[in-house]
C-alpha cells in the first residue's frame, strides 16, 4: 500500500513574489467608488488623508494584474508561510463520500487566521511613508490582533475600536491586542463625534463594524501622523490575500489535483478573494470551469438577500460610495458568534463578479454553521473559527452531493482561522444554547 500524503508545504523560494490583482483581468470592471462629497468617481488622492499613499494606489489600480510583494513583507511572511495545503481524509471518511476534500490552513498564522497577510503589507507601507499611528475597527478581534502585531514590527503605535459585544464577549482577543502594545476602545464610544452621534440616538447600540469603521476613520482624520487601516471588504485587502489561493494553486499541483470549486466563508470578501481569485484567472481565460462559492451567514446575508447599489463601507457615511450587495449602511447584524462576519455589505470586486454569475453565494444558519465545525473538529483535529465553520457547513453540502451522485469532485476551502480564542461560542452550542437569526428582509 502506497502512504498517503496529509500535508503540502512550499519552501521559502516558493512563496510567492507577487500579489494577483483581479482587477486587471475583469471581463466587466466595476463601477467606480464615488466621492460622497462630489459624487465624482474617486482619485487615488481623495484616499490619501485616511490610508497610506501606495494602498490607495492599490485600490484603484484597475491595470496591474500582478503586484509585487515587497521584500519586508515577504520575511514576514515567512514566519508562518507557506501554510500546509491538507486533505481532509478524516472529513471524507466522516462523511462517506467520494469527493476529494482539500483545506488552505490559514489558522497556522501566529494571529490564528488569515488576516495577518494583509495587516504586514498594511503596517509596512505606513512604515515607509513615515506613519507613526495606525487605527483601525474590529470585531472578534481577529483583524484588531493582526493590525496590532503587524503594528509592533514595523515600530508603529495601534489603536483598536472594537465592536462594542465582542469587546465583551471575546475578552481574550482584546488581551491579545493589549498583549502586543494597542489600545482598545469599544464600539459605539463617546471618543468620537461619529460615536457620540449613535450612542444619543440609541443608548443601548451594541456596536457593528459599520459603527467602530466611523470611529477609527474619524480618529485617523483627526490625527496627524495617524492612518487608518482596514482589514477587509477593499480591493487592496483582497489583493494581499491571494497569496492564499497563489500557494494552494502550486500546492495543489503538488497533489496532483484541480478543484472542481473552491469554498470560502465571506464577511466583507477577502479570505474568499484571497483563496478564489488566483484560480479564477484561469476560469476568465477559458481554461477551467471551477465553481466558486461564498458562505455567509443567514443572519447577516447581504450576497443572497442584499441589493446591488451605491453604499457606504461605515455607519456613519465616512467612507467612499461603493457599489456594492448591501443590507443598508444602518444595518446592525443580530450577535452571532461569527463575529467577523457580521458586516452590512460585500466587496466591489467579489460584488460584480457575483452580479455577472462568475461565483455563487450560499447562506448558512448559524446551528448548522457549528454542527459543521463540531464534526471538522472531532475528524480533523483542528477547532474552526465560528466564520470558517460557514464554509465547511458549504462544503459539506456538496461532498453530500457527490455522495449522492457517486462523483469524485475536487473541493478546496479556506480554513480562515482556529476556534481557539472562541470557546465561549462552543460551549454555548454544547449547550444547546445557539438560535438560528431569520433575516426579516428575506
Ligand atoms: C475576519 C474573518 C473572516 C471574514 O472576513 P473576510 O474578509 O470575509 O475574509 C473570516 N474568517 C476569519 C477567521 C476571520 O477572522
Redo the contacts with the bound molecule.
Sequence with gaps: MSEKTKRYFLSEEEIPRYWYNILAEMPVKPLPPLNPATREPLKPEDLYPVFAEELCRQELNSSDAWIEIPDEVREKYKYYRSTPLVRAYGLEAALGTPAHIYFKNESVSPMG???LNSALAQAYYCRKEGVTNVTTET??G??GASMAYAARLFGLEAAVYQVKVSYEQKPYRRSMMQTFGAQVTPSPSMSTRAGKDILTANPHHQGSLGTAISEAIELARTTPGCKYTL???LNH?ALH?TVIGLEAEKQMALAGEYPDMVI?????????G?IAFPFMRHNLKGASSTRFIAAEPASCPKLTCGEFRYDFGDEAGYTPLLPMFTLGHDFTPPNVHAG??RYHGAGVIVSQLLKDGLMEAVDVEQIESFDAGVLFARSEGIIP?P??CHAIAATIREAAKCRETGEEKVILFCL??HGLVDMASYDKYLAGDLVNYAYKGR
Design positions: 487566521s488569515h488576516k470585531g472578534a481577529q483583524w482589514g477587509s471588504v485587502v490575500q470560502a466563508c465571506f464577511g466583507g470578501g477577502s479570505n474568499f484571497g467577523g462576519l473559527a466564520e470558517s480562515s482561522g
